[in-house]
Every structure is written in C-alpha cells, then in structure tokens.
C-alpha cells in the first residue's frame, strides 16, 4: 500500500505539471456549482454566526457588542460542559457498537445469500425515516406507565414496578445511544457496501488460493482497502452524533431536568427560549457562541481521530514491513 | 480554521457580488383592481373552521376588502412569523407570539387609531393597565380570549380514596394527603398528581399559578414582586418541596422528569393521574379528543400552606396585532375590528372553543355554550385576573434559566435555598443591568 | 464420478450449515430493526384515544382507515408529494451532478485554490451548524428572491453537496487514473473524459450520493418550513406531515394521523431505495463469483 500510495503521488505530481493553464480554468469552472452554494449558503451565515456571538442579542432589545463576554461565560457554564459530555459520550458509544456492526453486516451482504437484498432494505429502512417522528415513536415505545417496554420487562418478570427509563442521566443516554445506532447503522453499512465494490475480487482469489483464512482475508485485505472509506465512515459517525438533534429534543427533550441535554439541543433551547418556552428572553448571542464553540469542539474531536487513525496506520504499516 | 484569511477574503468578495445582484426584492403592492387583500395569520386549532367560516362570509359581504386567511401550525408559526417580521415582510394582522417578541422590536402598530368605538367599549378593560401587550404606553395588541387555570382533579378516585369529591385542595398540605390517599388507595393503578417537567411551560402554566395565587405583589416568570423590584425566587420553595415529598411518596406519576403535556394527559384521561393544574384548553382535550370517561373537576389553584387564593392566573390568550407596516389603514381597520367584533368571537365562545374577552359577547347568554360538560368550572370568575408585567421574560441573565434550575431541584434531594438565591441574584443583575442602561423601564414593572 | 458429486454436495450443505448461524443471527437483527417501525405502522391505523390509551398494544382494537383519508386530506397530499417531488428530485439530479463534477476535479487537482478549497469545505463538515443559521440562509434567500422551491433545493444542496463531494473526491482518489490518461491522450476533452470514463466508474458512490442526497431532501423540514410557510400552495410533504401534529391547536397532539403521514410519506422513498440499490448494487456485483 505504502508503495503503491508513493508511486500514485508520484504520478500526481507529474500531472500537475502536465495540466494546461485552460485545462484548470475548465476544472475550475466544473467545480463552480459546489463552491458558489456553498460560500453563499454555507460559509456567510457561519460568518454571521461568528458575528452574532460576540453580541449580547436576545431577539427583543438592541443587540450591543459583548466582546468575548460570551466565551468567557462559557467556561464557566456548569449545564453547558454536562450537553458537551454527553454529546462525546453519544458520540463514542454509538461509534462504538454502529461502526463494527455496519462493516460486519456489509462484509456478510456482500456474498451471495438468499434474501440479501431484503436484509440491506430492512437495515437501512431506520435511516430514511424521519427521526423526529420515530422520536415520538421510541418515547411511546419506553413509556414509563404502559409502554411496550415496561410491558415486555413485567411480563417477563423482570420488573415489579414501571422502570422509568428516562429517569436517571445514564438510562436516559443509553437509550439515545440505542436508538441512534439504531437510525444509523444502515448507513454505515451502506457506504462499506460501496467500499467493498472497489477491492478487486483477484486478490481474494490469490489469497484464498494461499490458504488464507475468512478471518484472515478480512483483516489482510478487506480492513485496510477499505480505509479510505472506513475513515468517512467514522468522521460521519462523530459528527452526525455530534450533532444530534432531532432525536435528543423529541425522544427526551433534555430530561430529566437538562441531563440528557447534547450540544445542539442545549444550544436551540437558548436560541429559541422565551416566556412561553418557560425561560427568560432567547440569548441569540450566548447560543451563537456556544455554536461556534461546538464547532470548535467537533473539530477538535474529529482531528484526535485522524492523528489516532495515521497512528494506527503506521503501526499497521510497521507490522507489514516485518513480514 | 486555518485557512481563516482566505475564507476571508472568498467571503468579502462573494458578499459584495451578493450585494451588487440583490436588487430591492421590495413589498408588492397589495391593492389590485380597487379590491384591497389583507392577510391574516392564525394558529391552526379548534377554532381554525370557525374562523374560515367567517372569512368567506367577510369576503362575501365585502367587495372593496377581502381577507386572505392563512392558518399555521401552532409549534412553528412563531418562529417564523418572526422570521418574516425580521425581514420586513410578514402578514397584516396575525396573532401568535408573545406581545414581548414583537411590541419592542417595533414591529407591531399602535391599534388606537385602528379601533372603532365598538371595539373600544367591547375592550374597555384591556385597553390600560399592567398589560404585555401595552407597551410604551401604546396599545399594541387585544386579546381575544380568556385562558383560565385551574385544578384538574378525578373525582372517582377522590370517592375510591375516601375522600370528598366536592372538596378539592385548597393548599400544598392538602395536595400532598389527598395525592398519597390516591395512590395508596389505588394498589399501583393510580397516582396522585402529574406534573410534567418535559413541557416547556410546566412553571407559567403550573406551578407559578399557585405560587404567586396568594401574595398579590407577585407575578410570573420567575415570582418578580412588583412591589420591591426584585425576583424573588424563594417563593418557589414551597412547591418543590411538594414535589419532591410526592416523589419521595411515589404518589407523582413517574417519570416527571421527561414526561410530556400529552402524556399526562392520557394518563389523566385513563384515570392514572388524581389532579395536575392545567388551563382552560384541558377542557376539549378531555371532552372531544380523549373522549374520557373520567369524571373530572376543575377547581381553583392550591396555594403553599398559610396563604388564601387572592389573584386566580387568568391569562389573556390569542394577542391579535396590526402590522406595523400599514399599507391601507382604511381597509385595515374595516378587518380589524370585524375580526375582534362578534361575527368571529362570538360563535367561537358559542361553540366553547374560549371564553371571549370581547365584553358585548361575554356578557350575552345567546353566545353561552350548550351543555359542555365542565365548563361552568373552568368559565372566568372574578378573582381570575391576569397576572401583572413580569420583566422576567425580557431579561438576559447569565447562566440557566430559572425553568431548568427549579426542574432540576424537583427532582434534585440537595440544597433548595442556596439555588434559588443565586438564580434569583442572576435575574436581579440583568434586571438592573437593563434598567440602567435603558433597555427596561422599571415604571413599567413596578407599582 | 458419483464420489466426485458426494463429496461436491457435501461441501455445499458444509457450506449452507456454517451460514444458517449467519442467517439466524441476520434475521433477528432484521426482526428486532423492523419493530420500531411495525409499532409506528400499527399506531398510524388506531383512533387516537386508543393509540394514547392502549399505546403497547401492537395490533389495534378498532382499525381507523380515516387516519389515512385524513392525513392525506388535511396534509393536500397530492399537491405536497407533488412539491417534494420537484424539490427532491431535482435536488437529486442537480446535486448528483454538481457534486460527481466538483468531487472529481478536486481529486485530479484541477481547480484554482485548491487547497484552499478542500480545507473550507472539510472544515465545512462540522462547522455547519444548522438551526441557529437559519436566519441568515433565510435573509440571504430573501435577498437573492429565492424563497421558493427552487431555493429550497439550492439551500438544502449548500449543505448536504459539502459531504457528497467530499464522498466522490475520495472515492474518485482511490480509483486508479490509467484508462482515464489513455482517454486524455487521445485526445479526449476534461468534460468528456469525465463524462463518458470516470462517471461510469463512480457508480457504487453514486449510489451512496444519490440515496444520500434523496434522503437529505425528502427528509428536510427546517428550510422548506421557514421559506414556504406563508404559501400553503408550496409546501413539501414534511412540512404538511408535521403540520398534522398541531392540528388540534394547542390541545392534544395529533400523533395517530401524523403517524398515518409519516407512513405516506415514507413509502415513495423506500421504493425507491429498494429500486436504486437493487439497479446499483446487483448490477455491479453481478457475475462476480465469490465465497
């Protein structure tokens, strides 16, 4: 891989000196659809939001510069580091359970099995619907008084009284957890589906034909051919969960009492609070730079995990070299 | 991050092309043919038929006016009314956000040149006094109905507890015995009182009523006493306490701490829940859309022990405000006053949908509903007034806000003084802090 | 010969017995993925006060049919899965494009700036920060008189094209370039060679990028409610979906006849999941022989 890595840059080196002047402006002008949205629709309104966040803007009186007032608060801000926690703890173990689970489920889709196109159906199923509806569903289903949960656990004998699954920060996140691997891990089976389209079956054959074993073959050939995708995979996977909204604000709302609050919902219920929302005046300023933090937070995780996976690569590269 | 100057400079270039393309996409005229449109917004509800019913009548009738009625979903149409109003466009007349997200903001006219003098007399009662809808002195909405709050309470699990069904608590003290005689009484079926914490509105709407239900001087929003010009918070002591005996008791419908508006609802219309405070809406929930089968009573607020019901919350509901941006006042008006007048009030309180706050429709017995089980209950008396201006929804303040600081203490065992001073000395700094740089107006606030 | 045969049947039946555990432990998996959603299903048909009442019960003890009638009624379903229609299925095709074309280039290195491109668009990923932006998108669509479906697809592209780029620029990266220069050198244009050599090729992240994009749109709710709430007439099927929620106003949430929309809503997107990896999938992996 390493050498096929270095002559492949190799040869990216030797185009880039042979593109044509007009060939990059056509390139360039390929291109132009992305970018225009993008900085219109993507990077202005975050230019706004950085702006806004040096302000102490509530929606109702006029909005005055704060400075880093707002940042400075945040460090202190005892609810806020507790939606930040949560959000990592989301974060690593939906990862967990979903990444593993995808990258199996693909690997087995990916013979021929009776019925494998009903199964990747079925396991991508969650990932299409709204979750915002299955919220509401999921809130339904671990009802405290007469869900179907409660039920299955007294019938089974194993609860005596309503468990309230809700009721303590922990439960209240493992079911998120639970329920969030359970929207996303058809996605990610879909994108290693996808990945394992671009390993050539002749290196299975050769090495089937060395004897290797099932195991052997996935950790030889498919893992690391598949890297590329598998580093998608997981920056996707954190960032999705890090982001999370939907479901935290309709399954739990941030009960009990703000404790299953992530980053996104802490943040919306500043931007959007409000007399009748049981809060003061919405803290547009506070919660745009609670999102910029966030932003930074995301960054900061998604960059440990491409320093720990180029760790994990040399390391890997090393044993190669060994054999 | 890195790469922030050259973000930079992409952004300043693309913001000028931004700038020289955005022509003025400016307000289209709305007068076509001699007819004058306005448009108003209203929440999607019980009231929405009623509400098209009049319409097309209006439009009817009229030739050189015609109503362009646009219903929304209620748990989006604030934020994008306000979305609209922001950018300047936005509906004529629309009700649906608080006075407070768009008196201050300017984005609402002042109604007393829109009025005719039936309106005016029809209102006499809301057109002065410590109002959020008055604001600068200006009249910049009416309140088209009354929303009443009130006990709700089982009277078969009152019977089945041994306990009188026509005597509902009156105080915390009684609430916490009649709450834990439902749930003994019940062997596990029932529970005592339902408070539900998920609902954003669980303190206005819940828990303030009683709180401030006995001390005059207080209003909502976080027990401000409009007398000394201070939060005072401590007053919340009493309830939670409650809560936290009923938890302690099991006699609160469990999971409090992520359970919804309509959940506890269902559970109250399947006889799982003894009382909880609700408003006047409770009523066609049970009747119409859980069709239970529970009989039920709604009786005034209990309030902490010592203290009497002096001021039953009665909250002015449905705010409807005139576009500060008039473009045919003559039209304008014609709409606004048949809007607030009885052709539209009057069958909505006729088919029990509010209690009209229009005084000619109030007081005529041609518009009391027939036969709707509970409603003399919940009907306004005199003691239901509506609570004075609380600054505490317009504050700043650093920190959590109080909703989420007393939710946590509910369901906290720790120190309950402690928290309550230091939000309370939260919500006092940003309050003087406003004052003092002229955002607030204490006249506003304080007798 | 007849030993030759026994001993192929053998290895056959060998080989089905070690995948009966595999298709045991899928089924369950498959079971257990399926209730959520047979749950959602069987509270779209309950009369609301069952559903509320009984909510555990996985089958309904009166099937209410009206839930359906009305969703698609109160939700002006045809006019709504009409408008989500336009917005997504454009969305698909311009976005697709827009993207493959984008993806592409960057990973020949073909724009000017870009590296500076590459980095704003990865710090893109997370930067994004959807609900408190929501403002400035809808001033910024005001201002360029684009609130409407046409910029309810190019807001929702803004966002979503970031990531689906990013998909085909790598995967474009990890495809080998030799039939691509054999194109070049005779005498084959960019766009060409783009069109009829590398786009082939990226079919398995097309996929990807197509349900991606699909999903992303058919699913959108924050964007096409704030630019279209005014005008009913323009309303996609989400936004008419959780309008069914609030239709008893501030009194009890409709859940059963949201459920019944949601259920409408989500049957012309499982088609065509279940038509695009069945084409997509299969046909690539099609003649491949594999253990």
Not at chain 3, 134 to 157: C, H, M, S, W
Request: glycine fraction near 10%.
């Amino acid at each position: 891989m390493a050498v096929s890595a270095a002559l492949s840059s190799a040869r990216d080196r030797r185009r880039r000196r042979r593109v044509h002047r007009g060939e990059r402006a056509f390139g360039t002008l390929m291109a132009l659809p992305v970018l225009v949205t993008f900085v219109v629709f993507a990077l202005l309104p975050l230019l706004w939001l950085v702006r806004t966040s040096l302000t102490n803007d509530n929606g109702f009186l006029a909005a005055r510069w704060v400075g880093l007032d707002n940042f400075r608060e945040i460090g202190t801000d005892h609810a806020w580091w507790q939606s930040v926690f949560n959000s990592l703890f989301m974060a690593v173990g939906t990862i967990a359970v979903q990444v593993p689970l995808g990258v199996l489920l693909a690997v087995a889709l990916d013979r021929k099995l009776r019925g494998r196109g009903v199964f990747r159906t079925v396991y991508f199923l969650p990932y299409i619907v709204p979750i915002s509806v299955m919220g509401i569903v999921f809130a339904f289903i671990f009802n405290p008084v007469g869900g179907i949960a409660n039920n299955v656990l007294s019938a089974l004998g194993a609860a005596h009284e309503p468990v309230d699954f809700f009721g303590s920060r922990l439960s209240a996140m493992l079911i998120i957890i639970v329920v969030n691997i359970w929207a996303e891990f058809g996605f990610t089976m879909l994108l290693a589906l996808a990945a394992l389209q671009t390993i050539p079956r002749e290196l299975y054959e050769s090495a089937a034909l060395d004897g290797a074993s099932a195991r052997q073959q996935f950790l030889r050939i498919t893992l690391p051919l598949m890297r590329p995708v598998l580093n998608i995979i997981f920056l996707l996977a954190i960032v999705s969960s890090m982001r999370s909204f939907d479901l935290v604000k309709t399954l739990t709302n941030g009960g009990p009492a703000g404790a299953s609050d992530v980053m996104f919902t802490h943040i919306y219920d500043l931007f959007f609070a409000g007399p009748g929302a049981g809060g003061g005046a919405p803290r547009i300023g506070y919660a745009s730079a609670q999102a910029v933090a966030a932003s930074a937070i995301i960054a900061v995780v998604v960059g440990l995990y491409f320093a720990a996976s180029r760790r994990a690569l040399y390391g890997y590269r090393g044993e190669g070299d060994e054999r | 991050m890195a790469r922030q100057w050259a973000r930079r400079t992409l952004v300043a270039t693309l913001a000028v092309t931004l700038a020289a393309v955005a022509g003025c996409s400016g307000s289209g005229d709305d007068t076509q043919d001699g007819v004058t449109k306005v448009t108003i917004w209203s929440q999607v509800g019980g009231w929405t038929d009623i509400e098209k019913t009049f319409v097309q009548e209006f439009n009817a009738k009229n030739t050189g006016v015609q109503i362009d009625y646009v219903s929304m979903p209620a748990d989006s149409i604030v934020d994008n009314l306000l979305l609209a109003l922001r950018t300047g466009s936005g509906p004529d007349i629309f009700a649906g956000p608080g006075p407070t997200e768009v008196a201050p903001q300017g984005y609402t006219a002042d109604l007393s040149e829109i009025m005719d003098d039936t309106t005016k007399k029809a209102y006499a009662p809301y057109l002065q006094g410590s109002y959020d809808f008055i604001y600068g002195g200006k009249l910049m909405g009416l309140p088209s109905a009354t929303v009443t709050v009130r006990l709700m309470y089982n009277k078969d699990l009152f019977t089945a507890a041994g306990l009188d069904p026509t005597k509902p608590p009156t105080t915390y003290g009684e609430v916490k015995q009649a709450a834990e005689a439902i749930t003994r009484t019940s062997n596990g079926k029932a529970y005592g009182y339902g408070l539900p914490l998920a609902f954003n509105g669980f303190l206005p709407n819940m828990i303030e009523p009683g709180v401030t239900g006995g001390n005059p001087d207080l209003t909502n929003f976080g027990a401000f006493n409009t007398k000394t010009g201070q939060f005072e918070m401590s007053a919340f002591k009493p309830a939670i306490q409650l809560f936290r005996d009923l938890n302690a008791s099991k006699s609160l419908f469990p999971g409090a701490g992520t359970l919804n508006r309509d959940g506890m609802r269902t559970a109250f219309a399947n006889g799982q829940i003894g009382m909880y405070v609700g408003n006047s809406l409770e009523m066609g929930t049970m009747n119409n859309q859980l069709k239970t089968k529970v009989k039920w009573g709604a009786a005034p607020v209990p309030v902490p022990d010592g203290q009497s019901l002096a001021n039953g919350t009665a909250f002015t509901g449905t705010v409807w405000f005139v576009n500060a941006k008039i473009k045919n006042k003559a039209a304008l008006s014609t709409v606004y006053n048949a809007w607030m007048g009885p052709g539209r009030v009057g069958p909505l309180q006729k088919a029990g949908v509010i209690f009209a706050t229009n005084t000619t429709v109030r007081d005529d017995p041609q518009y009391k509903p027939a036969d709707i089980y509970g409603y003399d209950d919940w009907a306004p008396g005199d003691i239901d007034k509506q609570p004075p201006l609380s600054p505490g929804g317009v504050v700043t303040p650093s920190g959590e806000p109080y909703s989420k600081v007393i939710s946590a203490l509910i369901l906290g065992t720790g120190d309950i003084d402690g928290p309550l001073s230091d939000v309370s000395s939260r919500y006092n700094d940003a309050y003087q802090k406003a004052v003092k740089d002229g955002t607030l107006k204490a006249a506003d606030f304080q007798k | 010969m007849s030993a030759g045969t026994t001993t192929r049947a053998a290895a056959r039946r060998r080989r089905t017995l070690a995948r009966t555990p595999l298709v045991i432990a899928l089924t369950l998996l498959a079971i257990a993925t399926l209730l959520p959603l047979i749950y959602a299903l069987s509270a779209s048909f309950k009369p609301l006060d069952e559903l509320m009442a009984n909510g555990s019960r996985l089958l309904p003890d009166t099937w209410r049919f009206a839930n359906y009638s009305e969703a698609w009624e109160q939700a002006q379903f045809t006019q709504s899965l009409r408008n989500s229609l336009i917005v997504t299925v454009s969305a698909v095709v311009f976005g697709v494009l827009a993207a493959s074309m984008c993806g592409y280039v960057l990973s020949r290195h073909l724009v000017w700036g870009q590296r500076v491109w590459e980095a704003a668009l990865a710090a893109a990923i997370f930067l994004g920060a959807g609900t408190p932006t929501l403002y400035p998108r809808f001033l910024i669509a005001q201002k360029l008189d684009l609130l409407n479906l046409t910029g309810i697809v190019i807001v929702e592209l803004a966002e979503i094209m970031v990531l689906t780029t990013f998909l085909v620029k790598g995967f474009c990266a990890s495809l080998g370039t030799d039939v691509e220069d054999a194109a070049r050198l005779d005498g084959c244009g960019l766009l060409r060679t783009y069109w009829h050599v590398s786009l082939p090729m990226m079919r398995p992240v097309l996929t990807t990028i197509v349900v991606l994009t699909f999903q992303w749109s058919w699913n959108a709710f924050q964007v096409p409610l704030a630019f279209t709430l005014p005008r009913p007439d323009v309303h996609t099927i989400t936004v008419s979906v959780f309008a069914l929620k609030t239709t008893n106003g501030d009194g009890l949430g409709n859940y059963a006849v949201l459920m019944a929309g949601a259920v409408l809503a989500l049957i012309p997107i499982v088609a065509i999941y279940a038509v695009a990896q069945r084409y997509f999938m299969e046909g690539l992996t099609e003649g491949a022989t594999k253990g």
